[in-house]
């Protein structure tokens, strides 16, 4: 194990001897790091934190931390990070609460410098936060979201998987999937075509994508009658029965069609 002599490690840990921790990073109790991992100098790993295998947190990031919530009591909660995600420069991701105790960053995720993650998320797989972004507590975002830097988004929100959504947004509604959303205030723009088709979906997948959002955003149906028409008239699909769900489900509603 290559622990850097100034380093502070919690003897209660289990840290896999391939991992690598940097000059003056703090390890704390209950901490669980996979084969591979590199944590760089003046890193924080908090207590009751995993981190996975081929993991990169980098210098001044804080994993773990306690939670920004005048609910918070002191209770034991927790936070996972999956395989091979990278963390840079003075991340901060904060424990789960009472409310879902964890907060969740999947596998294969870059969260660029100075991104937040507030406790209780839940992020997916190989998603991506550009600088700077701010994720309130209890935010779920699914897998392949692409979040532009700058961003800020409210608490409680849903991002479907596969969106890409413009820098600068303040995203206060939930942003339904394969979309790109931009403007201000933010707005459906269109689908992710081109990421759609780099992660190989086929001409007759991005179709039925496109024939889905043509009804809800650009026929003169309100949404209801919209999920409903798409219902009776498309053959189920995965990409299909994910988004009506998605959109059926929102207790805040998605965004809405620009002007």
């Given at each position: 194990?290559?622990?850097?002599?100034?380093?502070?490690?919690?003897?209660n840990?289990k840290?896999?001897?391939?991992v690598h921790i940097?000059p003056?990073v703090?390890?704390?109790?209950?901490?669980?790091?996979?084969?591979?991992?590199?944590?760089?100098?003046?890193?924080?790993?908090?207590?009751?934190t995993?981190i996975?295998?081929?993991?990169?947190?980098?210098?001044?990031?804080?994993?773990?931390?306690?939670?920004?919530?005048?609910?918070?009591?002191?209770?034991?909660t927790?936070t996972?990070?999956?395989?091979?995600?990278?963390?840079?420069?003075?991340v901060?991701?904060?424990?789960g609460?009472?409310?879902?105790?964890?907060?969740?960053?999947?596998?294969?995720?870059?969260i660029m410098?100075?991104c937040?993650?507030?406790?209780?998320?839940?992020?997916?797989?190989h998603?991506?936060?550009?600088?700077?972004?701010?994720?309130?507590?209890?935010v779920v975002?699914?897998?392949?979201?692409?979040?532009?830097g700058?961003?800020?988004?409210?608490?409680?929100?849903h991002?479907?998987?596969?969106?890409?959504i413009q820098?600068?947004?303040?995203?206060?509604?939930?942003?339904?999937p394969?979309?790109?959303?931009a403007?201000?205030?933010?707005?459906?723009?269109?689908i992710?075509s081109?990421?759609?088709?780099?992660?190989g979906?086929?001409?007759?997948?991005?179709?039925?994508?496109?024939?889905?959002?043509?009804?809800?955003?650009?026929?003169?149906?309100?949404?209801?009658?919209?999920?409903?028409?798409i219902q009776?008239t498309?053959?189920?699909?995965?990409?299909?029965?994910?988004?009506?769900s998605?959109?059926?489900?929102?207790?805040?509603?998605?965004?809405?069609?620009?002007?």
């Open positions: 194990m290559n622990i850097h002599p100034s380093a502070l490690v919690h003897p840990t840290i896999h001897p391939s940097g003056f703090c390890i704390e109790e209950n901490v669980e790091i996979g084969e591979g991992t590199i944590i760089e100098n003046n890193a924080t790993i908090c207590s009751n995993t996975g295998k081929n993991c990169h947190v980098f210098q001044g990031a804080v994993v773990g931390g306690l939670p920004q919530d005048l609910k918070y009591q002191g209770e034991e927790y996972i990070i999956g395989d091979n995600t990278v963390l840079r420069e003075f901060t991701v904060h424990r609460t009472a409310s879902k105790k964890q907060t969740v960053v999947g596998n294969a995720c870059l410098a100075y937040h993650v507030a406790h209780d998320c839940v992020l997916g797989d998603i991506i936060m550009s600088n700077a972004t701010q994720l309130a507590g209890e975002v699914d897998d392949y979201a692409i979040i532009g700058g961003s800020l988004v409210h608490q409680f929100t991002i479907g998987g596969h969106v890409m820098g600068g947004s303040k995203v206060n509604k939930d942003i339904p394969y979309t790109m959303i403007r201000e205030p933010i707005c459906f723009c269109g992710n081109v990421g759609l088709k780099r992660r979906f086929s001409d007759e997948q991005v179709g039925t994508i496109q024939q889905v959002y043509r009804t809800i955003y650009m026929s003169d149906m309100n949404v209801k009658q919209a999920l409903e028409h009776q498309m053959h189920d699909s995965e990409e299909k029965n994910y988004i009506v998605f959109i059926q489900e929102s207790p805040r509603g998605v965004v809405g069609k620009g002007k």
